[in-house]
């Protein structure tokens, strides 16, 4: 995986002239030519990646595969669902690493604000802005990474204004900002409920099953398919809210070939970093699977309601593409580096991140059991409104193009799990 190189000396890295060999005729050719590389190195050192919801499950993650991979980071999270104390631990795993490596640790900050704070945004990126007074605007900020959103479909059906704002609206005014400041490499958090109803097939999902402009593709068998814009069946507010962003986007890609915009779709990230400092630690009523199976193993709950045992796959139980998260962050510095090298195919790109493979709730809950030796009572209730039977990615778009794949498996992603839990609850 690429990463961006650092000079690693600073100044001394340019040679005198004296010392470089050039013709006779040529003496300055040699020490401009090395004062270009030094000025190129000393910029492309001083680049930076804001991200946004930073101290989050995804983001705190991401963050640290950013800094090991050797980007400066800038981190806006107003820490509505995350805790300061996940930039310590960042900071610690990310010096831990590079100090094992003797290599320097590239700089981390955050900044403690609404990304929708206009005034908190404009003076945060004025101080990275390159003076460029007759060129269009430019930044030491090279990319973004978007995380920062409400993510709880059962809160956006009762709260769909919140999530309209935070996520829709947050979104526009945030890229019209970006835009001012040009900064125009962005990759966004999307998710496999943009798929709505495709879902319900049972069928792999491949990107080209919810587009943004008609599309014509080939399936697996060799058949033509033809598919229109627009969603079909997503049901509820958080889902729309990831379609809406991700229309915004390629309606604004396709509008200015200067923007380059990258949309990740997640399936179900589990796990946590193998140190057990970092982990999936929402503030309020976790909703996902492995958060509650958490709270199950620390008695905090009684029981795992698990939705539906009579779903037509392998026990009955609802199956998912379940992606260590490691894994899942490891595909944003991929979509990074492949977006900053201008090797994208188009400039709006949508990219399943998913392993490929489906495992069902009960298997899941079954691995939990066995590396924690822990009983986890369950109980089947009915299924809940809007759920598929089985979710799992097409992931040969983002092997092929981003030359990332999933390296963990769902036994890493439940030993991390149970580490984090050992280190941080009483268990
Ligand atoms: N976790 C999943 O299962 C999943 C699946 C698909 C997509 N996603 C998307 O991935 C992204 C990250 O998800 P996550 O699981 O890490 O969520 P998370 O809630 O753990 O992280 C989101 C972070 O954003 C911050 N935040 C929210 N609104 C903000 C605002 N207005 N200003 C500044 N900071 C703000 C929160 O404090 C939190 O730290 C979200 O966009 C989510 O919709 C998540």
């Known amino acids: 995986m690429d990463s961006p190189q650092r000079s690693t000396s600073g100044l001394s890295d340019l040679q005198s002239p004296a010392e470089t060999y050039t013709p006779d005729t040529d003496a300055s050719v040699g020490y401009e030519e090395n004062l270009r590389t030094f000025l190129e190195n000393l910029q492309f050192e001083e680049q930076y990646i804001l991200v946004t919801g930073g101290l989050g499950f995804i983001g705190s993650h991401t963050t640290l595969e950013l800094l090991k991979a050797n980007y400066n980071v800038i981190v806006v999270d107003n820490m509505s669902n995350s805790y300061q104390e996940v930039f310590d631990r960042v900071h610690l795993l990310a010096s831990r690493y590079h100090e094992s490596r003797g290599s320097r640790m590239p700089s981390l900050q955050i900044h403690n604000h609404d990304f929708q704070d206009c005034v908190m945004l404009r003076a945060l990126l004025k101080q990275f802005e390159l003076s460029t007074r007759w060129e269009p605007p430019r930044s030491k900020i090279s990319g973004v990474i978007h995380f920062a959103a409400h993510k709880s479909v059962e809160e956006s059906i009762r709260q769909p204004l919140k999530y309209y704002s935070n996520n829709v609206t947050g979104l526009v005014n945030f890229v019209s900002i970006l835009e001012e400041f040009g900064i125009k490499n962005f990759i966004f958090s999307s998710s496999a409920t943009v798929y709505g109803t495709a879902a319900n097939s049972g069928a792999p999902l491949r990107e080209e099953y919810c587009v943004h402009s008609k599309e014509t593709f080939h399936e697996e068998n060799g058949d033509e398919r033809a598919v229109e814009s627009g969603c079909v069946g997503i049901t509820n507010p958080y889902g729309r809210t990831k379609w809406m962003c991700e229309a915004i986007l390629a309606d604004l890609a396709a509008s200015d070939p200067s923007w380059t915009v990258v949309a990740l779709r997640y399936f179900n990230p589990i796990g946590c970093d193998p140190s057990g400092l970092l982990g999936e630690d929402p503030r309020g009523t976790p909703t996902n699977l492995l958060p509650v199976v958490v709270n199950v193993i620390t008695g905090q709950i009684p029981e795992l309601k698990v939705f539906g045992d009579d779903w037509d796959t392998i026990d009955g139980t609802a199956v998912r593409d379940f992606i260590h998260v490691t894994d899942l962050a490891r595909g944003h510095i991929a979509a990074l580096s492949t977006a900053l090298k201008g090797e994208l195919q188009t400039n709006?790109?949508?990219?399943?991140?998913?392993?490929?493979?489906?495992?069902?709730?009960?298997?899941?809950?079954?691995?939990?059991?066995?590396?924690?030796?822990?009983?986890?009572?369950?109980?089947?209730?009915?299924?809940?409104?809007?759920?598929?039977?089985?979710?799992?990615?097409?992931?040969?778009?983002?092997?092929?193009?981003?030359?990332?794949?999933t390296e963990k498996s769902l036994q890493d992603a439940c030993a991390d799990t149970w580490n984090f839990l050992k280190l941080n609850r009483t268990v």
Request: hydrophobic content about 35%; some cysteine.
């Open 348 to 405: 709006f790109r949508t990219f399943n991140l998913g392993t490929g493979y489906g495992h069902s709730v009960m298997e899941v809950v079954n691995v939990m059991e066995s590396v924690s030796s822990r009983n986890i009572p369950r109980k089947a209730v009915s299924r809940r409104q809007g759920d598929v039977g089985s979710c799992v990615a097409v992931a040969k778009r983002s092997d092929q193009e981003l030359h990332w794949r």
